[in-house]
């Protein structure tokens, strides 16, 4: 009998331990979510930062490596604008683009010289982190475009060398991976945007007369297929910005061509290329070489009024009638043109490229 009662005894003192180990962690899972201290993050949370836009460089003589970023606000409105890491070297014309937490580039015209050099770094809502080197473009790169997919980088044209030279490689937490060539783009490949969309790459403008040829093609994790022509452009798309929504259309802004320097179309985007392009709402003041993005049904410009560099940053809602009014937003630090400004899971930038790189 009294071996019974020692048993039931222990049985007891072991409940209680119990007892008092689960009201323990309930505590402190109460006091974690009432706002004690927690365990940091062990990846990157994209919801914190697909509100910020990122801005890198410029062709002016002193600040060609300077960065910035802006919270974007529910109302479409630009928050104010804080400095955050320069780039190692100075950056004009380069190809950047945002994939999963990290900002890729590729090349650049910065201090008078193009180059194949590549960096990479990490976003957050506290800027821009580190720039790390990485792997080396095969050529000297320029005044082209790169857009990130499905955990690859695609390059397309230069302006240095083999115009219609294109190549990709695969991203990811160490950077950029192993280069290798793919389908050549058709035509003179510089002075261009190329956007990627929903696993299709659309490039708008050639870097010859009369310049106003697209074209498209698949993009896979075997490169780019083969590139097919497509509606023209309705203008000459001399150093214009195009950017792409997430319900598919793309929308294009300004030109540095002689004439129509202010005026923007947008267009549907399909897996049989781009439809027809329609004329909408212009730019407020003439411009090109610009970094234009889009954040949700806003699209925002910042930076070069047509050869000039320019401090004007303005945002207009998008629909599929076009883009809306224009309205002046809150004014970047320093002059700037030729430079790379997206957000997030999207490209858009002149020479950026973008589009959804989701998937």
Not at 65 to 77: E, H, I, T, V, W
Not at 118 to 129: E, K, M, Q
Not at 273 to 298: D, E, L, M, R
């Amino acid at each position: 009998m009294s071996n019974k009662k020692a048993i039931s005894g222990s049985i007891g003192k072991m409940a209680l331990v119990t007892i008092i180990v689960i009201a323990i962690l309930g505590a402190v899972l109460y006091v974690t979510k009432s706002g004690g201290t927690k365990a940091p993050p062990t990846h990157v949370n994209q919801s914190q930062i697909n509100n910020y836009v990122y801005c890198i460089g410029t062709s002016g003589t002193t600040s060609e490596n300077q960065s910035y970023y802006a919270p974007l606000l529910d109302n479409g409105s630009v928050g104010a604008w804080q400095s955050t890491t320069p780039y190692p070297v100075g950056l004009t014309y380069a190809g950047c683009s945002i994939y999963q937490g990290n900002i890729y580039c590729v090349g650049t015209f910065g201090n008078g010289e193009h180059t194949n050099q590549t960096y990479y770094a990490p976003v957050s809502s506290s800027g821009i982190g580190q720039w790390k080197p990485s792997t080396p473009y095969p050529v000297s790169f320029y005044h082209s475009g790169c857009a990130a997919y499905n955990g690859f980088l695609y390059c397309v044209g230069t302006e240095s060398g083999a115009m219609t030279y294109t190549a990709y490689a695969s991203i990811g937490g160490s950077g950029i991976g192993t280069w290798q060539t793919t389908t050549g783009y058709p035509e003179m490949g510089h002075s261009i945007s190329c956007p990627i969309y929903n696993g299709t790459i659309y490039c708008i403008g050639v870097g010859n007369f009369p310049f106003i040829h697209s074209y498209y093609a698949n993009v896979t994790s075997s490169g780019i297929g083969v590139w097919i022509r497509t509606a023209d452009y309705p203008v000459q798309p001399v150093d214009t910005s195009c950017t792409v929504s997430k319900s598919g259309y793309i929308y294009c802004v300004g030109t540095r061509s002689t004439a129509n320097k202010n005026e923007s179309y947008y267009a549907q985007l399909t897996k049989q290329g781009i439809t027809t392009w329609h004329k909408t709402t212009g730019y407020p003041i003439p411009i090109a070489s610009n970094g234009c993005f889009i954040n949700g049904n806003y699209i925002y410009c910042a930076g070069s009024a047509n050869s000039n560099e320019s401090t004007s940053v303005y945002y207009a809602p998008i629909s599929s009638s076009g883009i809306g009014e224009w309205v002046q937003g809150t004014s970047y630090p320093i002059a700037f043109m030729n430079a790379y400004c997206a957000v997030p899971g999207y490209g858009g930038s002149l020479f950026g490229g973008g589009g959804p790189s989701t998937g």
